[in-house]
């Protein structure tokens, strides 16, 4: 019983030294490397390709978004792809050369797949650089891992900026060798995000992939494609951007509660005017310029622009009836007009008060000419049908300001929902 202890024990002790003993043999030696590099590189032609089709399977590694714009409708992303595929004239028996798993060779001397990143804006060139060291595997697995700081061309929609969301794409394809040469298959299901730092402009929602091909004459090239969906943070937009042209354009309307003898009329409103125009030239650089989306902001500051410009005219015009000399009368449809608008505008604030009243008296107005309303002191009187120009300039104001108040806010309220859907 004793002794079978002991051997138990003796057993496991001899075999954690040998277990030990194992790793110290599989540890890296310098010779075996160098056997390695003898064996299988000496004869090598990194011409040839080590079978056809080879089965190229590619990853993105995402490091960062550097940079989206929407002028040139550019992606800058920073990050690395990993390319494995198999050399059977690559692979090594462990045992011969001391358990080495891996040894390490420049790109410039093993075959590799050529790879471009198809719609780079800033050239069309192959990936990765001639010191860049591939791993090689015992089994022949070779591992290539060419980094790149790329510019992508990305077709943006910019019809809800700043609450848009865009899917750009980082599409790598084999250059040279045809699909029945290269066949480029993915090597994950999705792109890479473990070493991935954010953005602040924007939040990277999710990534996909999918196969795609270049075709030329009878030739079909393989091509990978990574997409990206980034959503704007629209913070800063929010407080630059929407915020003070919201505010100015409201301030548009508030022209005809200025009084006409003021004479500060119109440079109030040619000054709201400059102030868009202005607030338009500074946006002018981060508002999207192309034609195929148009952006709601542009329209809402089109809209607004445009109707400041019409309250310009009619403050002119009003201004002009104001001074006109009471021998110059309107014509007679325009009293009739007002005074009409002005009955309304009564029965509406009396009709609570002295409903059957009212309505008796109101249908007397088309016969009698005479305001039904001289009678009371509830309300301004007005003993005739012709008004001084000064009265219908200064009710012209007060409804403008109505109408206007009333038109902005819709507009604004159209403009700012119409943002809050999309997101
Ligand atoms: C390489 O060969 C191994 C074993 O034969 C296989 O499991 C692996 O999928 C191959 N890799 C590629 C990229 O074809
Ligand atoms: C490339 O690989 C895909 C599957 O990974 C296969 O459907 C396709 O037929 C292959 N193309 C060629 C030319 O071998």
């Not at 004793?2 to 030696?29: E, H, N, P, W």
């Not at 699909?179 to 939040?203: I, M």
């Not at 795609?212 to 959503?231: K, N, P, R």
């Not at 009329?265 to 192309?290: M, N």
Request: aromatic content about 10%.
């Amino acid at each position: 019983m004793m002794l079978t202890q002991r051997g138990v024990y003796f057993t496991v002790i001899l075999a954690v030294i040998l277990g030990s003993d194992c790793k110290f043999v599989s540890s890296y030696s310098v010779t075996d490397a160098e056997n390695i590099h003898t064996a299988i590189l000496t004869s090598y032609n990194k011409h040839v390709l080590p079978e056809e089709p080879v089965i190229v399977q590619a990853e993105y590694n995402l490091l960062t978004i550097n940079s989206l714009e929407m002028k040139t409708q550019t992606l800058t992303t920073s990050g690395w792809f990993t390319v494995v595929w198999n050399d059977s004239r690559l692979a090594w028996t462990k045992s011969s050369y001391g358990n080495i798993e891996h040894i390490y060779a420049s790109q410039k001397i093993i075959w590799h797949p050529e790879l471009i990143v198809e719609n780079s804006v800033i050239g069309l060139t192959n990936l990765g650089q001639d010191d860049i060291q591939l791993r090689i595997q015992y089994d022949g697995e070779v591992r290539w891992e060419p980094p790149a700081v790329l510019s992508t061309s990305c077709d943006m929609d910019v019809t809800f900026f700043p609450y848009d969301i865009q899917t750009c794409e980082v599409e790598l394809a084999s250059w040279g060798f045809p699909s029945t040469a290269v066949n480029l298959s993915f090597l994950k299901t999705h792109v890479n995000l473990n070493n991935y730092r954010t953005n602040g402009e924007w939040d990277l929602l999710s990534t996909d992939q999918h196969h795609g091909a270049i075709i030329e004459d009878d030739l079909t090239y393989s091509e990978l494609l990574f997409s990206l969906h980034v959503q704007r943070l629209p913070g800063y937009y929010l407080m630059s951007v929407i915020f003070p042209v919201i505010v100015t354009a409201v301030l548009t309307s508030v022209t005809f509660m200025l009084p006409v003898e003021s004479g500060e009329k119109v440079g109030y409103i040619l000054t709201v005017l400059l102030a868009l125009a202005v607030l338009l030239t500074l946006f002018s650089d981060s508002l999207p310029t192309t034609s195929k989306h148009t952006s709601v902001l542009v329209i809402f500051l089109t809209v607004t622009l445009g109707l400041a410009s019409f309250v310009i005219i009619l403050t002119v015009l009003i201004i002009r009836l104001y001074h006109k000399p009471d021998s110059d009368v309107m014509p007679q449809w325009v009293h009739r007009f007002v005074n009409k608008c002005r009955t309304l505008k009564c029965k509406t604030a009396t009709v609570s008060l002295t409903d059957d009243k009212v309505s008796r008296k109101v249908n007397t107005t088309p016969q009698g000419g005479k305001s039904v309303w001289s009678d009371k002191d509830t309300v301004r009187p007005f003993e005739d049908d012709k008004n001084t120009n000064k009265d219908l300039a200064e009710f012209f104001d007060k409804s403008c300001f109505f109408v206007f108040t009333v038109v902005y806010l819709m507009v604004v309220l159209g403009f700012t929902m119409t943002l809050g859907t999309s997101s």
